[in-house]
């Protein structure tokens, strides 16, 4: 069949292995096991991969008998004439006799050169823990400061006690291995040479089983570790660990490997260099030319920083904090606070090891004077100045370099020193730089931007304004950045000269070396830029930016954005977020004074804005012809508005102009979800670990995109559906979705419910509308002055809240954020008191509020905003409030005569108390004027109530938010808390919870659905199939519950009864001192009667309760010892 296959496969480079089940040492018995013509092609075109080491006649199959050994040689590895020299290190591993009478045959076959390069060596942080490397470490350090040279400068000595420390690691890693496998390598030669020298068969006998009982009692160990540490990641960590399980999840990215790049020196860029030394240059050039700073005069920096107006600057105080020493603690302090798992720089030495070496007494004063000088006298060690460059793929053409991301890889010693400078800066920022800059700043968030470009959007809408928004794309921003411009900016701003030479001196003028593919190019002398890693250089980057964002703000020609009948300081001109800029221009004059201050900035800072990568939107959705051609001239194809095919986004955040383009929108993203879901169901999770990645890693896929996306209903109940389908697995009885929105201490599995979080995610614009702190003054100013235009009542613009018969207005649209926040406002189930509302405003709220209570089937719960001023009116000439006669309804005559009768004559209807004394007292003067502090009442009670005190803003979470009566299950708090922390295997877990909510689909159960032809239980036969019978009293079943109950609690009588409560109810026995090992012992058995019951009844497996009996105490006694493990 092969000799078939000659022409398309190479019989060189191919490799035959397995179980051939004939011994070519026995030629007698080959005639009958195979065919001499299959022994010749064998013979003529490979080569046994056993021979090198004279292992071809050590046995592959070993069987014991109990009086003697059959032993042969029957499995072979054949390899192709090409990889003769290819093959290297054959071995033979005998295994466990209970596993297999095979042993397991090795060879490597190294076939060509690997495509990557040997990249960073980085110090294994697993290692950091192990008491012996700590003592080589500290011998080798204190030996190395005996002998060091006296006048050495503080930054060479540090420089020596790395390259000590990486050198002892290093060797401590290559002797490091398992003692378990060095083991078994040694008792495997030991057995290979016994059978080389061909013992005699009782000899052999003799020495034989010796050997292999050492060698499975090292494997079983192995395979129990094993067992151990998967029990403790999928039972523990898979369970509830977020991270966890989107690591294992994830798709699986492999290193990105650069097939090429454009040769920038090429003409037209078409020529793609893919050789690696050809892309080591090509790379290097290009960074060389990105980091090459184009020269800009002092003059020309200081002329126009003088005309820009910097409100905000250092203080003297704060300016002596930035140069406080650095104590020994802080450094500690912050060596433990930074991430363990973070990239080294060229050392290799991760925070783990930096971490352990600050801590040894002999460096702790070294330590402190290197951190010292870099402060105060901006002198670093040499390795602080080498950077290492790792290029990470963004969107577009791979082969040209302007698509790939540098980040710095920086030493994590000299990143420690960057986040303790960054900690001392990071406060200072929200007072230095302007509130339209979103990013990297305490408080503020980037949602904040998003939502000014939807207000903008809405307003724009409404008034029909012709202005246009545009979204500024800088080319390599960060990389870009000039010195003496940053310098200038530090100054202006009143940074201490210490800290601005400290910044110089670390960020500029390094060393850096690019990766590719492993291999790291010439060195490239960084004369401008900032380092994308490095923990300051978003902080510096905004300082950098400010210059042009103030020149914008503070230019009075300018004109932006602004609201009708707003004020000035409602006026919006750009925004930004980091380097992500969006500028609102009104006509064309706005355009090119944009482009003028633009290009003024780029002169001296050397920055670079792509003009074919900045989109432009308009601001009221209309197409405009003079906005089409100008934007054409200057090279800005992509134009926005209503008529395009799909909607911008702007950080993230969809902006939808029209009701299809946001069905556009929602149909994206339910593909989004559906295919996360398919992703994540190709695992057999539990019905915990199903909830906890639906509430991380499924929904949050959506929840951002959201926060300022007006959704319909329907896309809610969509979402509602797919992840409900998901987590329950279309198990039979179906459990409600609300018992799964449950807590897990009140029986559910904390599933989020999509409708209620999309509104929780709305509360962060209801409490910047209504808090007074931590919130920045324009967001709260727009926000307010948008609700002043939808407001009737300008004096009062909230008071749509509070009453939705206020909510109706021309500027509303399906695709308005508003109709959410009032629907986040009103789940809050707050009920208002309006006695000390004046009349006028009282008037303006919704009639149902006007009443004590109303009957659930009254008409008034269909009319939530019909005006009070429909049935109530303000009598001018008696100063009184009465109620509306026939022929004064302007609508719904015949409803509100009803009323009318149900208040006077039937009397099922109350008004409030507080109504009576304007029907019954003339209303004074105060009280019949409309008054701007009507809220002022009403916001009052709101922060006064519980659900809002709790609520947080950060989180978005609060558990009173969500009202959910449902609840078959009657176990307290404490059991539940018991029944997730108690270990048992996921699946069984997920069967008791099914058992707690009565869930499972017992054969009468299947009656009723016409499934089964009838209620009898498969097992005894003789009894209907109830649940109760299911789970403990079919006497099958009850037998195994005896006996696993005898085995593990003997001195404790539990019967039928107690047992159906402890399933159902978790009522555990007052004689049970160990709960946790209890709940395991139950859901095991559970677990296990389940699988042998379905096994019966689907597969026609017989149901034997010694083995049910055996597995469960095999699994009870595998769960506990993981249980343990974790526990040490």
Known sequence: MLQDFRSIVSFDRLIISGDFNYSTLKPTSLSASTSPQWLAFIEANFHNALTPRNLEEISTFQRQHPTTVIMSVIDYIYRGQDLYNCASEPAITRLNSRWSDHSILHTTFTLGFSKFGPGIWRANPAYATHSALHQKLERSIKNLLKRIETNMSPQLQWEEVKNIAAKVIRQYSIEYVDWRTQSIKALEKKRNRLLRTKPPPAARLHLLPTIDQQLQKLQQELAEIAILKSGIRWQEKGESNVKYLKNIHKKRTLQQFMTGFKDSNAVGQTMVQSDTTMMKNTVQQFYQHLYRADNVSQEHIKTYLENIQFNHQITETEGEKLQEEFDYEMVIKMTKRCPKQSSPGSDGLGYTYLNLLYNLPCLENLVWQIYDDALTKGIFPLSWKEIRIRLLPKKGDLTDLKNWRPIALINCDAKIFSRLLTHRMAPLMKRLINPFQKGFIQDRVIGENGMYVHLVLQQARHEQHHGLG?????????????????????????????????????????????NVNGFFTDRVHQERGLQQGDPLSPLLFNIALEPLLLSIQQDMNYQGYLPS???ESQRIKCIAYADD?????????????????????????????????????SLSGTKSPSWTSLLHNKHIKVYYHKHSLSAFRYLGFYMPYTIQQRNAIQTMLLEKLRSQIQIYSQRQLSLRGRATITNSLILSKIWYCLRLFVSTQRFLKDVRSMVYQYVWQKKFPYV?????????????????????????????????????TNDPVHMKDFLTEHFRIISP??????????????????????????????AAFDQLGLRFLLDEIPLPNILHFSLIDMFQTVPPQHWLHRYLRLPASTFLIFDSDTSRLCLKVRHEYSELPRLLQRLYMDILEKQTIKLQDFLWKYITHDVTEDQSTLSSNALSSLINQLKVADIWRRFNPRTYCHHGYQSINSSRVSTTKTNFQSFWKAAMPPQARTLWFRVLNRKLPTRAELYQIGQVPNPICSLCNCRRDSFAHFIVYCPS?????????????????????????????????????????????????????????????????????????STTITQVAITTKTHSLLKL
Not at 489 to 510: D, G, T, W, Y
């Open 793 to 822: 009542d300008s004096a009062n613009p909230l008071l749509p809240f509070f009453s939705k018969s206020l909510r109706h207005h021309a500027m509303s649209h399906p695709t308005s954020i508003t109709s959410s926040l009032f």
């Open 581 to 617: 800029i969006c500028a609102f221009v009104k006509d064309e004059a706005d355009f090119h004074r944009l482009h003028s201050h633009m290009e003024q900035y780029s002169s001296v800072s050397n920055s670079k804005f792509n003009e074919h990568k900045t989109e432009a939107f």
């Open 1037 to 1109: 079943k009850w037998s195994l519950w005896v006996e696993i109950l005898n085995c593990f609690f003997p001195t404790i009588y539990i019967s039928s009864s107690d047992l159906f409560k402890m399933l159902c109810l978790q009522q555990v026995p007052s004689q049970i001192t160990d709960r946790s090992k209890f709940f395991t012992v139950l859901a095991i058995d559970q677990w296990q009667i389940w699988k042998a019951y379905w096994n019966l009844v689907i597969k026609q497996v017989a149901f034997e309760p010694f083995n049910i009996i």
């Open 470 to 514: 545009l979204l500024l794309d800088q080319e390599k921003a960060y990389d870009r950045v000039l010195p003496d411009y940053l310098l200038g900016v530090l100054a202006i701003m009143k940074f201490p000269e210490s800290i601005i030479h400290c910044i110089q001196q670390l960020f500029f003028n390094n060393s850096v070396e690019i």
């Open 736 to 772: 409600s979705l609300d018992q799964l929105i449950l807590s897990h201490l009140q029986g559910g599995v904390g599933l989020l419910d999509p409708i209620k979080q999309y509104l929780r995610i709305q509360m962060k614009w209801i409490f910047t509308l209504f808090m007074t």
């Open 565 to 567: 009948n707003g004020s």
